[in-house]
């Protein structure tokens, strides 16, 4: 079964400084999606960047940008010039490229991010 | 406003009851997704319905049972509720083929 594992459950950053947050997932398939979520306190669920398997070029968005280490099972997520409304859960999911919409969750890293 | 909208945004009800969340997803989304988000399971994916139809199930109890109407909005059916089923319940939309899921607020369930 796909699992995806994030090891950090609290991560704090200075703002306009960087911070990595990590994740790591175990699959046996070769076609996938990759997702970063973002929720803040207002609870809404936010797509902040998605990484194609078959993508070799890591995806960038602005200031967020993912290292994807396919090999490795890594996908960790960099956050440039931290905001304070950066401030937030962040949730990698995975997703089976043979279905849809079924996205399996990490358990989340919560940023906080310091004035 | 992501353009899902979830109604009640609260519920809080007792034990047994029975309850039934509403989600009408974004303009011109044929696909929608139930999402459970608890403590102790995190974020879990339910069941998805695509233009009417079932397509796919996950960890979704048999107390628990989906539809989406003809004009594609749809009922998430919470029965026999326990307390473990307090949690927060999210549905995302998207077109068909899709990866870009957008959510909705969702809607907070409290089972006291």
């Known amino acids: 079964a796909q699992t995806v594992t994030q090891s950090q459950p609290e991560m704090s950053v200075q703002e306009a400084e960087t911070v990595t947050l990590s994740c790591t997932y175990d699959t046996s398939e070769s076609d996938y999606y990759l997702f970063w979520y973002k929720q803040p306190p207002s609870r809404q669920m936010i797509l902040v960047i998605r990484?194609?398997?078959?993508?070799?070029q890591n995806a960038t968005e602005n200031r967020f940008s993912v290292n994807f280490q396919k090999a490795a099972k890594s996908f960790s997520l960099k956050i440039s010039d931290s905001q304070l409304g950066d401030a937030a859960m962040y949730f990698c999911?995975?997703?089976?490229?043979?279905?849809?919409?079924?996205?399996?969750f990490g358990k989340g890293t919560k940023l906080s991010v310091k004035p | 406003d992501s353009g899902v909208t979830q109604t009640p945004k609260h519920l809080i009800t007792a034990t047994g009851q029975r309850v039934t969340l509403r989600c009408s997803p974004r303009?011109?989304?044929?696909?929608v997704y139930w999402y459970q988000q608890s403590l102790d399971q995190g974020l879990q994916f339910l069941i998805q319905y695509y233009n009417g139809e079932e397509r796919a199930k996950g960890n979704i109890l048999e107390r628990f049972s989906a539809q989406q109407f003809p004009d594609l909005h749809s009922e998430l059916n919470l029965s026999s509720l326990e307390l473990g089923d307090s949690a927060l319940y999210f549905c995302a939309s998207s077109v068909v083929d899709s990866r870009g899921y957008t959510f909705g607020s969702g809607t907070r369930l409290t089972v006291v």
């Open positions: 990484q194609e398997a078959y993508k070799q």
């Open positions: 303009s011109g989304d044929l696909s």
């Open positions: 999911a995975y997703e089976y490229g043979g279905s849809q919409g079924n996205l399996i």
